[in-house]
C-alpha cells in the first residue's frame, strides 16, 4: 500500500525496516523488524483525540492485571502440554534460545522512554499470543480454560496497547514505533510449537513484574 501523506518518514530506514502505523501492529505480526520510535512533528496523530478521561488509570489496571495472572497462565499452560514440559519445565521453557525485546528502562527513565518501552513489549506479546492461542487451538482444542485465559489476556493486551497509543500521541507526538516480532510457530512441530509457547510465556513471566514496577509509577495520579 502507498505510505500514508502526512508526517515523513526518516530517510535513514531502509526499505525493509518496517515502519508501521500503530493501527497495524495491532495486526498479527510475524516479520522481524527493527525497534526505534520515531518522532513525528505537526498534527500528525490520529488518536489523541480519541483518549478517554481516565485512560491513565485505565492502564494502570490493565498492566496490573497482565501481573497478577501471568504465572497462573504459564502454570495452565504447563499443565495442559502434558509430558514432558510438566516434569522438565525448567529446561525445555529455558527462553535464552529466543528473542524476545529488549527491556532497559527502570523508574528513574524518562517517562516517554518507558512509554515506548512498554508499547514494544505488549505489541510484541500480543503477536505472540496470537502464534499461541492458533497453536492451542489446534493442538489442544478441549483445553477450555487455558484458551479462555489465552483469548482474555490478548484482550487486555490490546485494550493496553489502545490507551498505550494514546498516551504516546497525547503526550509526545509520537504516531509510528516499529516493534521487532518473534518468529512465527506455523510450520514446526507440535513438540517445537509447544516449546516456543512455553519459552514465550516463562519469559514473560519474568518481564511482566519488572514492567508493571517500572510502569505504575508513571501513571500516577499527578
Do not use: W
Request: with cysteine; glycine share 6%; aromatic share 6%.
Amino acid at each position: 500500500p502507498h505510505p500514508r501523506p502526512g508526517p515523513r518518514r526518516d530517510s535513514s530506514l531502509s526499505p525493509h525496516t518496517g515502519v508501521m502505523p500503530f493501527v497495524a501492529l495491532l495486526l498479527l505480526q510475524r516479520r522481524p523488524v527493527a525497534g526505534r520510535a520515531l518522532l513525528v512533528t505537526g498534527s500528525g496523530c490520529p488518536s489523541h483525540g480519541l483518549c478517554r478521561s481516565n485512560v491513565q488509570e485505565q492502564t494502570r489496571r490493565q498492566v496490573a492485571v497482565l501481573n497478577a495472572t501471568a504465572q497462573e497462565l504459564f502454570s495452565l499452560y504447563l499443565k495442559c502440554q502434558g509430558e514432558p514440559f510438566s516434569s522438565e519445565s525448567d529446561k525445555l521453557c529455558n527462553p535464552a534460545g529466543i528473542f524476545f525485546p529488549a527491556f532497559r528502562v527502570n523508574r528513574t527513565s524518562e517517562r516517554k522512554e518507558v512509554m515506548v518501552a512498554m508499547y514494544k513489549l505488549f505489541a510484541f506479546l500480543n503477536a505472540s499470543l496470537g502464534n499461541i492461542t492458533r497453536d492451542q487451538e489446534e493442538l489442544n482444542p478441549m483445553a477450555k480454560e487455558l484458551l479462555e485465559r489465552l483469548h482474555n489476556t490478548t484482550k487486555t493486551t490490546r485494550g493496553l496497547i489502545s490507551n498505550l497509543t494514546c498516551l504516546l500521541c497525547k503526550n509526545y507526538n509520537i504516531f509510528q514505533v516499529d516493534v521487532r516480532y518473534g518468529d512465527s510457530s506455523k510450520g514446526k512441530s507440535a513438540f517445537k510449537k509447544k516449546q516456543q509457547g512455553c519459552q514465550v510465556l516463562r519469559k514473560y513471566v519474568q518481564v511482566i513484574g519488572q514492567a508493571a514496577r517500572v510502569l505504575l509509577p508513571h501513571l500516577s495520579p499527578s
